[in-house]
Each structure stands twice: as C-alpha cells, then as structure tokens.
T-cell receptor
Framework: GEDVEQSLFLSVREGDSSVINCTYTDSSSTYLYWYKQEPGAGLQLLTYIFSNMDMKQDQRLTVLLNKKDKHLSLRIADTQTGDSAIYFCAENLKSFKTIFGAGTRLFVKA | NAGVTQTPKFRVLKTGQSMTLLCAQDMNHEYMYWYRQDPGMGLRLIHYSVGEGTTAKGEVPDGYNVSRLKKQNFLLGLESAAPSQTSVYFC????????????FGNGTRLTVT
C-alpha cells in the first residue's frame, strides 16, 4: 500500500543542524516534497526533489533521497527558533494524488 | 493575490447539524482538494476536483459532499455532523501535472459536540 512514515518529534538547540527523516513505500512516486506548517496556518511548500535526484540544496536546506531504501531526509543547517514548526514529508504519485506523512514537530531550544 | 481563502476559520456544531465550508482560490488552478488533519494522522484526502463541474472521492469521503460550480470555488458540505468529524479542514489547489505542489488555505477548525 501507499504509506509515508516519519517520526513525530524532534528537539534541537538553536544553531545546531536538524535532520528530519521520512520513509515511503510506493516506488512510483515522481516528486517528493517537504511542507512546513506553522501554528494556525496551512502547509507551505518548503522544497522538493525529483525522484531521479540524490540530493538537492537550497540555502540552509539539504534534501537527501535514497531511492533504494525509499528514504528521504531534510537537513536544516543553523536551526533558528523561527524554524519551529511541523514538517510534512509527502510523495506525489499522480497529478492529483499526494500522500502525506503524519508530520514531525520540530522544537528549537534557545 | 490572496491565494487560497477558507471560511469560516472556526465553527462549533451540534451533532446532526449541517454546514458548508467555503474555499476560494485566485491562482486559476484547475485542481482543488479538501483534506482533514487529525493528530498523528497527517492529512487525509476527503474529496477532490480536477475541473469546474467535476468532483471525485478521496480516501475518507463518507459523511461529506462537495461541489465545484465555479473554477475558483470548492465547497465542502456536512449534511449531518458527527463528533468523528471534529477536525481541522484544509482546502488546497494546484495546477495539473506531477510537479505541481499544493497551495493550502489556513484551515477551518470544526468541533462537533
């Protein structure tokens, strides 16, 4: 079946790197996404990676994709208190079908 | 450019009451979606639409109906609310195609007592 799993909580100190991990089951996904949800708001696209890529870097964000293990990770360098939010991993299977993980709540301690 | 706008932001219903959640987007997106978000369960797709006048069932459609009479609007109806429908509801929209990320509204928090 189609499933996306991620750990529910992560706590880091300000200035450290955060690594949020995700595993997915459907190997037919074409794009994998990371969305960020701040309190009281909807999800906003943070970054994405095409399934034939291994890595994508965008300023403080690094996405790593291990297609063999169906493992996706999001690294946030120099984590700031403003990065505290819920991060959702999602895989796009068809143009109208996106499967979301349960979300990882990132706590950043000052 | 407002993006995706949902109304209302909050609502409390009694069991058996009905209501309609409104979603409007100004990005000329073809596709629109209704999701519900529950703790520890991520987002689950209720219904979606791939164009004006079309709707389709998602993962958890029971107890909900939708209509897409105009391209920019997607309405979610609850005919007879149940406590199990207490949730946060998100509307989203996108262009067609595999690399078309979803654009979300800010959500409607619904409590059914």
């Amino acid at each position: 079946g189609e499933d996306v799993e991620q750990s529910l909580f992560l706590s880091v100190r300000e200035g450290d790197s955060s690594v949020i991990n995700c595993t997915y089951t459907d190997s037919s996904s074409t794009y994998l996404y990371w969305y960020k949800q701040e309190p009281g708001a909807g999800l906003q696209l943070l970054t994405y990676i095409f399934s034939n890529m291994d890595m994508k870097q965008d300023q403080r964000l690094t996405v790593l994709l291990n297609k063999k293990d169906k493992h996706l990770s999001l690294r946030i360098a120099d984590t700031q208190t403003g990065d505290s939010a819920i991060y959702f991993c999602a895989e796009n299977l068809k143009s109208f079908k996106t499967i979301f993980g349960a979300g990882t709540r990132l706590f950043v301690k000052a | 450019n407002a993006g995706v706008t949902q109304t209302p932001k909050f609502r409390v219903l009694k069991t058996g009451q009905s209501m309609t959640l409104l979603c409007a987007q100004d990005m000329n997106h073809e596709y629109m979606y209704w999701y519900r978000q529950d703790p520890g369960m991520g987002l689950r797709l209720i219904h979606y639409s791939v164009g004006e006048g079309t709707t389709a069932k998602g993962e958890v459609p029971d107890g909900y109906n939708v209509s897409r009479l105009k391209k920019q609007n997607f309405l979610l109806g609850l005919e007879s609310a149940a406590p199990s429908q207490t949730s946060v509801y998100f509307c989203a929209s996108s262009f067609p195609g595999n690399n078309s990320p979803l654009h979300f509204g800010n959500g409607t928090r619904l409590t059914v007592t």
